[in-house]
């Protein structure tokens, strides 16, 4: 149950947070815990094994975090249980497959065919856990017996299916106690409605122009059709995430729960390098926690540090998704940052303008290699993109642009100062006037519209 | 009055979510109860729609009249060759005519030479893809439009939108390039056409079938009554890829057949004649192929340009004496 749906923003939501502010606040952990646990429930209800799987991976944990804390010698071994056992989950779930079929390439041999449904929220569960178990193992002073309280930390709805991944500590204080305020409430549901908005009303429609390219294919649309396309699909994977983040941050605020930040206008940024520190940073933050610096980080040597650095990058990667395009993205990544972190970063940040104009291509052309799985298909795209260095046009429909410029045009617009940091500057200042609050409202009135229209009304939704 | 600002928003939202909540869970389930009575019809006749794909072809094959009225010697060639052979045996003006044509070349002269030969020595001609479409009207939805868009059939007017149904084309305004922003009627006292291809019926399925399919003969009565003089031509519906008809109660493939076959029933093979694409882009089990779609509805462009070569060939070859 996606937090832009009806059931949820008319039963979910409304029913949770009736119960949980009728309930006695020592008691709404409970609610929490229990809402969180009903939430995964109806998400998995075709898949019910999945439900199960997540409680057998909190206990397993949760037991596991005790044994390291008690057991000082013997902690490693128990760390090593935990890790082999979350990371299994998840190779099974999401690379079994994958990996099966580069084998059956390479060796020519025939493997069973294992794709399972994932898991809502594995990759997400997975890394939050194991920085749980991490950080007992290196010794920090949770109270891995205040079992309901870690079960909600594993579990909790706002963050469970997509982030932000939240380490123990950052949660913790809220979660022992925390104040609640008609106040707060006002604010969180005020980020929850700002997220919707730009999820349903802004990614879902730019989300659309990228849609219709590739339904053109991408060997028929014109070079300005590629970079609006590619453009769009940039503003979409941004605003989307973004706009979960928000949800989440918004949903935790209304209960006095305060999540991390995951995205700091990276769109804003002068270099990958920096862009990285503002783009799902709870994802940036846990990598170098709990890889980049256990291996050393920058502190032995040039070579480790890039041997370091790749190491990273091809798993940044790999997480996002199981194919042959993301280890190509995270490797195109490894080389933006390495020949960074030689110089160009500092000649970037001197120049802004420069920074921003580099961003203008690298952006893009990154998220390039991420849309597309298919590698050859890439390569095509890159050719529609830039038209000099060859590659084969079929039947280019000339004034594609126009048609979709006139369509998307405004929409594109909108997105891109969506981007900047000038609607929240905006908001932060009139965010209390009337006509931000009714606005506000109507953002919210129009998002339902647009997603009853959408998903229940096939007479007025053509799409033919 | 600070503290009511302070939670003015939220007031607002819970009061909108009370109010809305009835409507909007009611609403869903009347959306179930409309399924429910849509469902017994739309399974009708699975039968008839299971074979289909290949009931079309053969129906398709004894519509056009091919058979009855092509002279034997004419029709096996394909167009192609069939042009340069009767464009020698006529003038040598219309050989380069052709072969400039072939390779999909086209300048004023040529084109004028080859109207003007179309318009006066049609019958013994086989036209040029250029002349073929010069005469020609498509009437559709968004594949129409693809069409217009990547199949090159420049000399073809297009009166087509994404979303156009047979509801909505008699009145709606639509911009078709060349001409302008009319009306069908408008069109049709403008223009007057040797052939008329009309491709709808996706877009309605939504709706009531008898009323779709009475609807849809209205439009063709229509069409025949302002342009008396053109040919027909009845499209079948395209069909949609395995995985959208599988997952999609009313835009599936069931329905679309069943509504073909309907659309099919209307040719008299006289005037008006039925003609079915599918075949040319579906999978083994009568769906769209998944790999000549994206969003399993629409083919990709380049699919557009073979099936406009496909339409030429298909009615040129079928009827080179009309």
Same mark, same amino acid.
């Given at each position: 149950m996606v937090f832009s749906s009806l059931p949820f923003l008319f039963g979910f939501m409304p029913l949770y947070f009736i119960v949980y502010f009728l309930t006695p606040e020592k008691y709404r952990n409970?609610?929490?815990?229990?809402? !969180?646990?009903?939430?995964?429930?109806?998400?998995?209800?075709?898949?019910?094994?999945?439900?199960?799987?997540?409680?057998?991976?909190?206990?397993?944990?949760?037991?596991?975090?005790?044994?390291?804390?008690?057991?000082?010698?013997?902690?490693?071994?128990? #760390?090593?249980?935990?890790?082999?056992?979350?990371?299994?989950?998840?190779?099974? =779930?999401?690379?079994?497959?994958?990996?099966?079929?580069?084998?059956?390439?390479?060796?020519?041999?025939?493997? /069973?065919d294992i794709h399972p449904a994932l898991p809502p929220g594995i990759s997400f569960f997975t890394f939050q856990v194991v920085s749980y178990l991490a950080d007992v193992y290196r010794g920090a002073s949770y109270d891995t017996h205040a079992v309901g309280r870690v079960a909600t930390y594993m579990s909790m709805y706002p963050q469970i299916i997509s982030g932000p991944i939240t380490t123990y500590d950052q949660v913790e204080t809220s979660l022992k106690k925390r104040t609640h305020s008609p106040r707060l409430f006002d604010c969180g549901l005020r980020e929850f409605c700002i997220g919707l908005g730009m999820k349903v009303i802004l990614a879902n429609q730019i989300g659309n122009l990228w849609n219709d390219v590739t339904a053109i294919g991408y060997e028929s649309i014109s070079t300005p059709l590629a970079w609006m396309g590619i453009a769009a699909f940039s503003m979409q994977l941004y605003l989307d995430f973004y706009s979960y983040s928000l949800m989440a941050r918004g949903l935790g605020l209304m209960m006095g729960l305060h999540l991390p930040q995951n995205f700091r206008y990276p769109y804003m940024s002068l270099s990958m390098t920096d862009f990285w520190r503002r783009w799902h940073m709870s994802l940036g933050q846990w990598f170098r926690d709990y890889i980049y610096i256990p291996l050393g980080g920058s502190r032995e040597g040039k070579l480790r540090t890039y041997r370091n650095?790749?190491?990273?990058?091809?798993?940044?990667?790999?997480?996002?998704?199981?194919?042959?395009?993301?280890?190509?993205?995270?490797? #195109?990544?490894?080389?933006?940052?390495?020949?960074?972190? #030689?110089?160009?970063? *500092?000649? %970037?940040?001197?120049?802004?303008?420069?920074?921003?104009?580099?961003?203008? =291509?690298?952006? /893009?052309?990154s998220w390039l290699v991420f849309a597309i799985s298919d590698l050859? @298909?890439?390569?095509?795209?890159?050719?529609?993109?830039?038209?000099?260095?060859?590659?084969?046009?079929?039947?280019?429909?000339?004034?594609?642009?126009?048609?979709?410029?006139?369509?998307?045009?405004?929409?594109?617009?909108?997105?891109?100062?969506?981007? +900047?940091?000038?609607p929240r500057k905006l908001y932060q200042k009139y965010g209390r006037s009337l006509l931000v609050t009714v606005g506000l409202a109507a953002v919210f009135w129009l998002s339902v519209y647009l997603l009853h229209q959408g998903l229940n009304d096939p007479f007025m939704y053509f799409r033919f | 009055m600070k503290k009511h600002s302070d939670i003015l928003f939220s007031i607002l939202i819970v009061l909108s979510v009370l109010v809305l909540m009835p409507f909007v869970l009611r609403n869903d389930l009347f959306k179930q109860d409309a399924d429910d +009575? @849509?469902?017994?019809?739309? @399974?009708?006749?699975?039968?008839?729609?299971?074979?289909?794909?290949?009931?079309?072809?053969?129906e398709t094959g004894a519509a056009l009249p091919a058979d009855e009225t092509a002279p034997a010697g004419e029709t096996d060639p394909a167009g192609e060759t069939a042009a340069g052979e009767t464009g020698a045996a006529g003038n040598p003006a219309d050989e380069t005519t052709a072969a400039g044509n072939e390779s999909g070349e086209t300048n004023t002269n040529e084109t004028t030479a080859g109207s003007n030969t179309s318009g006066e020595a049609a019958p013994s001609e086989t036209p040029t893809k250029e002349e073929f479409f010069s005469d020609v009207l498509f009437i559709g939805d968004s594949r129409t439009v693809g069409l217009m868009e990547y199949a090159g059939l420049d000399t073809a007017n297009f009166f087509a939108t994404s979303g156009m149904s047979s509801f909505k084309v008699l009145s709606e305004e639509v911009s078709v390039p060349n001409v302008g922003k009319v009306t069908l009627t408008t069109l049709f006292e403008q223009k007057s056409y040797g052939k008329i291809f009309l491709m709808l019926g996706i877009n309605e399925l939504g709706y009531s079938f008898s009323s779709v399919v009475?609807?849809?003969?209205?439009?063709?009565?229509?069409?025949?009554?302002?342009?008396?003089?053109?040919?027909?031509?009845?499209?079948?519906?395209?069909?949609?890829?395995?995985?959208?008809?599988?997952?999609?109660?009313?835009?599936?493939?069931d329905n679309i057949n069943r509504l073909n076959a309907e659309i099919a029933a209307l040719a008299d093979?006289?005037?008006?004649?039925?003609?079915?694409?599918?075949?040319?882009?579906?999978?083994?089990?009568?769906? %769209?192929?998944?790999?000549?779609?994206?969003?399993?509805?629409?083919?990709?462009?380049?699919?557009?340009? @073979?099936?406009?070569?496909?339409?030429?060939?298909?009615?040129?070859? !079928? *009827?080179?004496?009309?």
């Open positions: 409970t609610i929490l815990l229990g809402g !969180s646990l009903i939430f995964y429930a109806i998400g998995t209800k075709d898949q019910p094994l999945y439900f199960f799987l997540l409680l057998l991976s909190m206990i397993i944990n949760i037991v596991l975090a005790q044994k390291i804390q008690a057991n000082p010698e013997q902690k490693k071994l128990w #760390l090593i249980v935990g890790i082999a056992y979350d990371f299994g989950l998840l190779f099974l =779930f999401k690379y079994l497959g994958f990996f099966c079929d580069t084998l059956e390439q390479l060796l020519s041999i025939d493997l /069973p650095m790749l190491v990273v990058w091809l798993f940044t990667g790999l997480w996002h998704g199981a194919s042959w395009n993301f280890v190509l993205w995270g490797l #195109l990544l490894f080389v933006l940052l390495s020949i960074e972190r #030689l110089g160009l970063k *500092k000649i %970037l940040e001197r120049i802004p303008l420069l920074g921003h104009l580099y961003m203008l =291509f690298a952006i /893009p052309l050859s @298909q890439i390569g095509v795209y890159l050719g529609r993109l830039f038209p000099f260095l060859g590659g084969e046009a079929q039947y280019v429909y000339a004034q594609d642009y126009i048609k979709y410029g006139k369509t998307y045009g405004v929409m594109l617009i909108v997105c891109f100062l969506f981007c +900047t940091p000038l | +009575t @849509q469902t017994p019809i739309v @399974q009708e006749p699975p039968t008839v729609s299971q074979t289909e794909p290949q009931g079309n072809e053969d009475s609807q849809y003969s209205e439009v063709v009565d229509f069409i025949r009554q302002m342009q008396p003089q053109a040919t027909l031509y009845v499209c079948a519906n395209l069909h949609l890829t395995a995985s959208r008809s599988d997952s999609d109660e009313i835009y599936n493939n093979n006289e005037n008006i004649f039925y003609l079915d694409v599918n075949p040319l882009f579906d999978d083994e089990n009568g769906a %769209l192929n998944a790999e000549y779609s994206a969003d399993d509805t629409h083919p990709y462009g380049k699919y557009y340009a @073979q099936w406009g070569q496909w339409i030429y060939e298909t009615c040129v070859q !079928s *009827k080179p004496a009309q």
